[in-house]
């Protein structure tokens, strides 16, 4: 929304939301998350044509356009649990707009809902409209955290999903006047809702498919001695195949892939396709099974037991450039990992969400619960969180470098291993410090999918 009002400064742009922390927060100098460049974008154009505002009814019944980014979090009960999106926030907000509405309006899904939600909101909308004209339309978002900036100002398309009917292909154009203001026109694709909002969960089931792909391969990697960066490398300059995201890691985390892949696999369940269900159902299982080969790696090469010992853990956003921790993978590989000693270190992500995050059950970071304070009892692990790479390693027996931050590249591993306990461990579940180097410094390195360490060949690890 913030680079919309920046590039629209004919357009007015109010984001608004129930939660009047949250919006305070917006209007602050401290912005809520963390993202590089959105301080910048929101800067120059809050107070002009960009607002936050906790007034929901007066902003619906203001608008022409409303952009609908609701919660949809996969439920943890009932039907689909564990699968499917729960669609109660957006039904409230349909219902909200349904009775405030006094005119027509165009609503845009920004939210990531499965496939038919907007047939199931029209029907709500439908039966309160009062003689008021809804259209919906499906606008998926494709960027992602970290380099959202680029992501939006040079996006590779933007997809608009509408009703074919002229009223549909009439909402369809009026939101295509809004992106052209900077995004070339060939590069703004129109489909029916169907194809849009399949299109997302596609091209998230897709990019998620090729990690679990160049994964299974690190596997093979280690058994064969082969280096999956070269293997990855080889694949990627077929120009059918391309070489972006072919990096092997420890595994994919972030708050998309495996939701909309488990609304993937849901959708084919319910519409009587199991094998594909199967098929797609597979990347999520291979990427569990990366995380948990981490693990036994670890323990196996510590003479399978951690008990007793320190671990020093660097990084713990699921992916650089963001203070973000849903279904970051650290969260797996701690859970397997933490004896009685643990220090964690992230430069963007606080001691309170680090504790919050290793005491939830599975999916809870989808529920608004997450938001509220942690109750004392509800801490489960024994971590220290730390504000420095250097105090999390001291006397730790091993290193686990589980975010890629440029930071971890650079750090003076002489310094490090010299106050570590000897025999002195670095596993590097990105692959980003340089093995050689670390090894003739005295440290026993695992880099995913490389020929392994003679010690860590004798203490072979089983998922
Ligand atoms: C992802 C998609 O990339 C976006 O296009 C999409 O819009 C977004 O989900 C969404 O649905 O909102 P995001 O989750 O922010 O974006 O992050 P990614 O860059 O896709 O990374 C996801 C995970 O895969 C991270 O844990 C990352 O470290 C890991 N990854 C990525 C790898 O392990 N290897 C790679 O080669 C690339």
């Known amino acids: 929304m913030a680079v919309i ?33 959105l301080d910048d974008v929101v800067k120059q154009c809050r107070g002009r044509n960009l607002f936050f505002s906790s007034v929901v009814e007066k902003h619906i019944f203001e608008a022409d356009i409303i952009f609908v ?32 509405a006094k005119s027509d309006k165009i609503m845009v899904k920004k939210s990531i809902v ?12 439908k039966h309160n409209s009062k003689g008021i004209n809804f259209e919906i339309l499906s606008n998926p978002e494709f960027l992602a955290e970290g380099t959202t900036s680029n992501d939006l100002f040079n996006p590779d398309r933007v997809l608009l999903g509408g009703r074919e009917t002229p009223e549909g292909q009439k909402a369809v154009q009026v939101l295509k006047d809004v992106y ?15 194809s849009a909002e ?73 519409n009587g396709l199991p094998e594909v269900a199967h098929y797609w159902k597979q990347v999520i299982k291979a990427n569990d099974y990366q995380k948990s080969m981490f693990v036994n790696r670890f323990v196996s090469s510590m003479f399978n037991t951690v008990l007793g010992k320190k671990i020093a853990v660097l990084g713990f956003a699921f992916k650089k450039d963001t203070g973000d921790t849903r279904e970051t993978p650290t969260i797996d590989v701690c859970e397997g990992l933490l004896g009685d000693k643990a220090a964690i270190y992230d430069h963007q992500v606080t001691e309170d969400q680090i504790q919050r995050d290793l005491a939830m059950n599975k999916f809870d970071w989808d529920h608004p619960i997450h938001l509220q304070p942690m109750s004392p009892t509800a801490v489960k692990k024994q971590v220290t969180v730390t504000w420095d790479a250097y105090e999390a390693t001291k006397g730790a027996h091993g290193v686990c470098i589980l975010t890629e931050w440029d930071e971890f590249k650079v750090l003076d591993y002489k310094r490090i291993y010299d106050n570590m306990e000897k025999p002195t461990f670095v596993f590097d579940g990105r692959n980003i410090v340089d093995a050689e180097k670390l090894r003739k410094i005295g440290f026993i390195v695992y880099s995913i999918g490389k020929p392994l360490d003679a010690w860590l060949k004798d203490m072979p690890a089983v998922a």
């Open 5 to 37: 009002a920046l590039k629209c400064p004919s357009i007015e742009v109010v984001v608004v939301d129930i939660s009047t922390t949250r919006i305070s927060a917006w209007n602050n100098d401290q912005l809520p998350i963390y993202e590089p460049g």
């Open 69 to 100: 980014s609701v919660n949809t979090p996969t439920k943890t009960r009932g039907l689909g649990a564990d699968k499917v999106a729960d669609l109660t926030y957006w039904e409230s907000a349909a219902r909200t707009i349904a009775d405030v």
């Open 114 to 125: 499965p496939v038919k939600c907007a047939e199931a909101i029209e029907k709500i909308l």
């Open 180 to 194: 052209v203001h900077w995004v070339p026109v060939d590069r703004i694709i129109t489909t029916n809702l169907w």
């Open 198 to 270: 399949l299109s997302k969960l596609a091209a998230n089931a897709f990019l998620a498919q090729r990690i679990s792909s160049v994964n299974s391969m690190s596997a093979l990697c280690e058994a064969t001695s082969a280096d999956v960066t070269e293997v990855a490398y080889a694949v990627g300059r077929d120009s059918r195949i391309g070489p972006r995201f072919l990096n092997a890691s420890v595994g994919f985390g972030g708050s998309c892939f495996q939701k909309d892949i488990l609304n993937l696999v849901y959708i084919c369940e319910c």
